[in-house]
Every structure is written in structure tokens, then in C-alpha cells.
């Protein structure tokens, strides 16, 4: 057995274990309880509805802001000559800050800017969108377009300059230079990104239940909250929402990866280089700073939590309380994010193998997608169900916090390394055996360059989006495992609400710091190579 | 010296040294709590050293959210047949019916002689140790009255006139105690929701998120607590800017209780564990304990005779008491009511 496929068993052998402790044990003992009766009740189908209705606008709304977005900041890098590294580089930063932002600082800058005394209220604006679908949808918009946009942009920077240089010389116009070059790169990954914020619209629920005002505004998610959380305990009811809500989420991933799967053109993607040619919006001077502000007005709401927070900085116990729960997060992040990305390396390299017939792999990858359509709620109430006999996660369990962000994460990072999986640079790596390098160097020199950014990338945002995770950490937290996140819930509930949103404050900047903080060290890094 | 013969005196000393081990370690005593409770500046950091300090034993709290959860751990225990603790605490009425199943109904009862009158008619289930109350009802910011023009609503039936038209902040009942406690007093006073819900802003998933929001300027009514206005009084609100409103119908009362969780007392210290259990529901109706109730939990205390602090003398009391219904299955009824209603 050669180093490469026995990597490829142990990547494997991983792969199911992850598959079946974390998402199939917990999947399974759920829907163990699932009846057929209450998979139809009106009500729940009325659930499903409304669900698709909001998941789907917002959505729908966000990829229209986010592939125009994604091109224009993909073009402003490009026209700014010299310059265009450091511009695209810190656009793409602007973007993927919105993805880390914890539910509760988004609904409560929300709150604070579409509230009857917000900002726009008080800036005698009557916008009374807060508390309605109204409300819910503009929050979901704004975390999912710059998600949309980053993924459009990336695409299209990978289109080699020449492509451009010709379409120009042949007098190609906006549209033609759009249609025959930008959207055949682009589209996979604009379909894809769609998809998954279809997925996190699916599944939002602090927003939905903050943000909606209550019924009529109510979704799947939050129908298994409801149903899990007071008492009652309907794990059927619960396990049907979540049958529906996996179905709902699952459906658009196997149909673009079949699509995908059929689409001629889908293999010829050129190597990552940065492109300089004009694009759709032509070589305008004034494109770099339209893109900057284009990626920062998606950050901008967020900002409004902290004039609030800084009244009341005084009073929050930094040393005694914060400082603690900020070493939780900061581990349960850093564990979650070394598993999310192992995990969906190990899943990528098992699925690239040649071996497997491209209808498999399709077929796989569709089912790698799986977690990415189920809820914390739900893994959580699973994972009880499955494992509860062995071990007690009321005592507080860091493993099982950590196994269901891994299964929650998943999906974002095996998103981000599978593209790079489908174009191996197999010709350079056959060079290298040829020339004599073992297959570990080979990989280094020639793969990892190109992968190293991408994992990164991936583990900020999986390590970013784990800080502000709260429904996991609520299932299974103790007296010696409380993160930041959930003593923001504890202050709320003793009256403390102005420390609480000082502490908010502090985990936006925990979470953003995060992936500005990795984009800046590669930019530096790629700088200085 | 043999091999053999040092290897059974190292077997000897370590079990000797194990016997010891178990004799010398205290009782261990494990606590289901609401997490504002568990969590520091609640009553459970402050009173239960005090208690390890009095019964030599080791009592280990587990928060679980709020009381609702509460039920949810006890029927997942249920089902997994091994409980996770002796005692829960922080039922009320309508919970504390729901959770019966789970409960060892041989001790407690709210017919004891130290109790509050009004305790005492809260008809808590056999099995619960009733230890503070308060009453719901909603809080007003006066300074959002003036600014809308707006007087205190003297009745319940006063919500439904224009001017309170999506200047309520409420609590979604499906999911928050207070929240489920408005909508069985809507229904116990007749309210037609069918206009009610109208003139709610929001149904906030908890009465932490209903009150922040309300602390925000979001609306001039929340539902509370009328002990939320010692709070504000007791934090510096001088001006009385925060205060309860009671309504000529009367309030709802919402009784806490704490109980004994049933099948929970096994294996050889089980004896010793539930004569410990029943000592820390005492310890709660201590009075030790009981004054310490209106600055941490932000309710009265269930026994009577217990000096209050001066931010309490000015709260209303209500002239009559409602007392919710609590039948699990015409809760159950009623939600569902609701549902289709407000849908």
C-alpha cells in the first residue's frame, strides 16, 4: 500500500466515525421517534411553508446583492494595479466578517437600528420594520450576501488575465465579457453559496424568534425550539420539524451538485492567479474604493452595538467573570475548529479518490452536505438520546459541545476544500515521483501552497463562528464550562442587560478579531514570499 | 521480604487506604436549579457553602436554562431510567403539575404552619417546597408614557384600546414562564385574543429578551414582575421611572417550589442522600435563607414575618390574587387555542 492510499484509508476510516458518532447516532435515535402522522400535521406543514417562503427570499435577495458584489470587489482589486493584492485581500476580509458575527450582537444591533427607538426611528425615519418577516429577511440579507459575495469573488479571480485581454481585443461588451467569462467561472461557486445561506436561513433561529415578533413569523427551527425547550418535551413533533427542515435544506444541494456533475465546463478551472483583466465592469479608476465601501456597508450595522456598549463598560466584571468565559470560548473554539477542518480534509481527500465512479462521488458529496442542513437543537436532543445512557452531559461535556459544532461546521469547510480537491495538480505531483520526492515532500511543495489559505481561511471561520455559537454550549455547558456566550444570556437573565451588551460587544470583537486577524497574518505572509 | 507477600500488603494498603478514601468523603448532593440560580451573584453561589458548611456534605449544582427545561431534564432522566440529581429546584404551579410524574410526593406540601397566606392557598402538588413568590403584572416606563401621552392602565380590558395598539412587549407561552402566565390570565379574565394580539410589538422568546428590549425604549409595557420595580428602585431609579401596574381584575401569583426527584436516592448512600435532601429543603424556608430571596431572586420570600428591603415597601401589591390554571392538559388546550388564534 503506497503512503498516498493508505493516507486515503485513515482519511476514511475518520470520515465515518465522524459521520456516524456525530451526525448518525444523534440523526438516528431523533427520527427513531419520528410518526408518520406527525410529519403531515397541517400545523407543521404550515411551518414548512413559511419556512421556504423566508429562507427563500432571503436568500434569493442576497445572491442578487451578492454576485454583482462579489464581482465588483473581485473587479476593484483587479483595477487597482500594484495595489490590487492588498485591495482584493482586504475586501475578501470585509466579507468574511459577516459570517462570524454571533446571533445575539446581530439581533441586538438590529433592535438597536430598526427599533421604534432606533436610530432610523430617531432619525425620523419610519421604518417600522422591526419585530416583522420584514426585519428577519434585512438580517438574513445582510449576513448572507457578503457570504455570497465572497464566494463569487474568489471565483472570479481565478479567471487568467489573457482570457480578458482577448475578449477586449475582439471588442467584447460588459454583457459579453459577463456572460462568456465571468459566469461560467463563477456560477458553481455563486450556486453553492446561495444553497448554504438557504441552509442558514433554514436553520436561523436567535434572529427569527428576536427579529419576527412572534406569530406569525415563526419557522421550523424555531418550532423545534419550542417544542424541546417548554416542558412538553414533543420529541416527535421536534423530530418531524427536523425531518422537513433536513429534506428542505438537502434538496438544493443534491441538485446543484447533480447539475454541477453534468455541466461540461465545471472541470476547467484555471489555477488560482490573480486576474487583472477588466471584467463586466470595465478598468475604472474609481473601482477599488466602491468595492471597499460595498464590502464595509454589510459590517456597518453591526458596529451600532458598540456606542451602547461603551456607557456601561465600567460595570462588567472583566477579571473575575469575563476573563474565564472568554478562555472557554476561545478553547472550544480553537478544538472545534482543529476537528472541522481535519474532519472535512479527511472527507475530501476520501472522496477525491480516482477510484470512485463520479455518480458515487457526487452521491457522497451530496451526503456530505448532510449536517449542514441540521439544527443545533436537534443534533443536541440527538446526541442526549443517542449517548445519554454512558454519559451524562447535564454534568457538562466538552466533547459533546465540540462533536456537534463539528457536525454544524462541517458542511462550511468541506464547501471551501472541495473545489480545490476536484483540480489536483497531478502532473506536477507525477513529476516529482518521477524526480524521486516522496510523496509527503510532493505534497508540501506543490499542493500545500495552494491549499494553506484555504485552511486557514477555513479554520478562522469555523473558529469565529464557534466563539458566538450559543445553542450547543447551552445543552451541554456546566458550572467549569460556561463560554461567553452563554453568560451574556446569564447576565440578561439577573437584570444585568448593560454588562451583557458591554460582553457582546467584547465577542464580535473575539470573533471578528479572529478572521481579521488570519487574513492579515496570510497577507503579510504572502507579502513577504 | 517475598515478592509476593509485598504484593498483597501494596493490594491491602491501597484498599485500606480506599476504605478510608469513601468513609472520609462527604455525601455528595446534586441540584437540578434554573440557571439564574446556579449561575454567580444567584442564591445558589451564596447559600450553598453555607449549607455544605452546616451538613458536612458536598452539594453540586447543574443549571439547566429556565424552570421550563427543568422539566425536560427530569422527563429525559425518566426515560433513561438514572437521574442525574436528588433535588430540583425552581417549579412553579403550572410546572410543578407537569413534572408530578417525576417527583417523590412524601415530603414537603404548602399547608405548613411559617408560610405566607398567600403561599399557602397556591395549592402547590404534594411534594413541593414552596420558597418565594411574586406576583406578575406589567412594568411602565413613565418617561414613554409621557413622551406618547399615555395613562396607566387602570383594568386589563384598558390593553385593548387603540392608544396600547403595539405598545405591549410580551413573552411568547410556548416558551417562557411569565409568557404562558399572561396568556392563561388573558384567558381567565376572557380576553379575546383575536383583538389581543394586535397590540402586542412583540412576542420576545423569554422574559430576559422582553425586558431588554423594554429597557431599550421599545414599548412603554412589559410583563414582569411587580418586584421589577424594586429592582429598578434598588439600582438607583429615584424618580420611580420604572413601575408596576395593577390591574382592578387582580394579578396573577407565580409561586416557586423546590422538591425531591423521585427513584433518585440509590445505591448505599441513598438513605444518608435523602436525609440530606430533605434538610436543604428546610434550609430553604430558613430564614437565613428567606431574607436573602428579595435581593437575589428578585421575589418574596414564602415565609411569613421575613423583613423585606426598603426598595420593596413601595411595591403594589394587588387587591385581588388570580391564581392560574395548572391542569397540564387544559394548558395544553388552551396554547393550542392560542395557536390557531394568533397564527
Known sequence: ???????????????????????????????????????????????????????????????????????????????????????????????????????????SSWVLILGRNGWLARLGIPLDWSYSLKAVITAHVFFNAPWIALWVAQARDRIPEGRFEAALTLGASAFSRFRFLEWPAVKWSFFAAATQAFSFCVMSFALVLILGGGPPVQTLETAVYSRLRFGTLDVGGAAACAAWELLVTLLPWAAVLFFQARDPGRGARPARERARGVGSFGARSWLPGVAFFAAAVFLLPYLAIFPASWRSIDIVPWSKEVLPAVAVSVKIAVTSAFFVVLTALAAVMSLSSPRLHPAVTTALASLASLSGGISALVLGLGFWLAFGRWVDPFEGSFAAIVAIQLALFFNVAFRIFWPLAQEPRRNLLEAAATLGADPARAFFEIEWPRWRSSVAGAFALVAAASIGEVAAVSLFYSEKLVPLPLLIVRWSAQYRFEAAQSASALLFVLSSGTVASVFISFHWRGARD | MRPWLAAVLALLSVAGWGVRASLASPVLLTIYAYDSFAAPGGLGPEIIPKFEKKCGCQVRLLASGDGSQLISRLALDAERGKSGAQIVIGLDGPAAQRARGYIDSSVGGSGREELAPEVKAAGLPAGFVPYDFGYFAFMADRDQLKRQNLKLPARFSDLLRPEWRRNLILEDPRTSTPGLAFALYADTLGADWSKLRAQWLTLAPGWDGAYGLFLKAEAPLVWSYTTSQAYHQEHGDRSGRYQAVIFEEGQPIQVEAAALVKNSFNGPEGARQRALAQSFLEFLLSKEVQALLPTRNWMYPARKGVALPASFEGVPKPARVIRLEADPEKIKASLNQWTRTVQ
Open chain 1, 1 to 107: 500500500m503506497s503512503l498516498t492510499s493508505g493516507f486515503r484509508w485513515v482519511a476514511t476510516i475518520w470520515t465515518l466515525f465522524f459521520g456516524a458518532v456525530c451526525v448518525g447516532a444523534p440523526v438516528s435515535a431523533l427520527f427513531s421517534r419520528l410518526h408518520g402522522g406527525t410529519l403531515f400535521d397541517p400545523d407543521i406543514l404550515s411551518l414548512v411553508r413559511v419556512t421556504v417562503t423566508q429562507a427563500g427570499a432571503s436568500a434569493m435577495i442576497a445572491a442578487v446583492i451578492g454576485l454583482p458584489l462579489g464581482l465588483l470587489i473581485a473587479a476593484g482589486g483587479a483595477a487597482a494595479g500594484a495595489r490590487s493584492a492588498r485591495a482584493f485581500f482586504f475586501n475578501e476580509m470585509l466579507l468574511a466578517i459577516p459570517f462570524s458575527v454571533p446571533t445575539a450582537v446581530a439581533a
